[in-house]
């Protein structure tokens, strides 16, 4: 997730928006949105716009899959946003794939290959 929550207001607005959008996500019934974990929300300071990070089961082709059903159901998700957060402005959500997730596996891979095999029997 990049950018840094600016103040302890918007931090818990950020959570707030994340914990909303993560339990709607169950109810939505498009089938290409598989196993979805919500990973942060990162929204403008005027309330406006928000990036939602997530990160799905599967490679690169299936996470923009994803992606794009995540998308085509934002607006619901901001309507579910409206009825359950009382904020002046609803953002606007925009899904983007939390590389953060994927770089930490990827160097989880790395260190695990660091150690020889047979230190690992010991």
């Given at each position: 997730?990049?950018?840094?929550?600016?103040?302890?207001?918007?931090?818990?607005?950020?959570?707030?928006l994340?914990?909303?959008?993560?339990?709607?996500?169950?109810?939505?019934?498009?089938?290409?949105?598989?196993?979805?974990?919500?990973?942060?929300?990162?929204?403008?300071?005027?309330?406006?716009?928000?990036?939602?990070?997530?990160?799905?089961?599967?490679?690169?082709?299936?996470?923009?899959?994803?992606?794009?059903?995540?998308?085509?159901?934002?607006?619901?998700?901001?309507?579910?946003?409206?009825?359950?957060?009382?904020?002046?402005?609803?953002?606007?959500?925009?899904?983007?794939?939390?590389?953060?997730?994927?770089?930490?596996?990827?160097?989880?891979?790395?260190?695990?290959?660091?150690?020889p095999?047979?230190?690992?029997?010991?």
């Amino acid at each position: 997730m990049s950018g840094p929550a600016r103040t302890p207001r918007m931090r818990k607005v950020n959570e707030l928006l994340r914990e909303v959008i993560a339990d709607e996500l169950h109810d939505l019934a498009d089938p290409r949105i598989g196993f979805v974990t919500i990973t942060g929300v990162d929204t403008s300071p005027d309330l406006r716009n928000a990036r939602v990070y997530f990160s799905a089961l599967g490679d690169a082709d299936a996470a923009e899959e994803t992606r794009k059903a995540l998308q085509h159901a934002a607006p619901h998700l901001q309507e579910a946003l409206g009825r359950q957060v009382r904020i002046k402005y609803i953002p606007k959500l925009r899904f983007v794939v939390d590389e953060a997730v994927e770089r930490g596996m990827r160097m989880e891979e790395l260190l695990r290959n660091i150690v020889p095999h047979d230190e690992e029997e010991e």
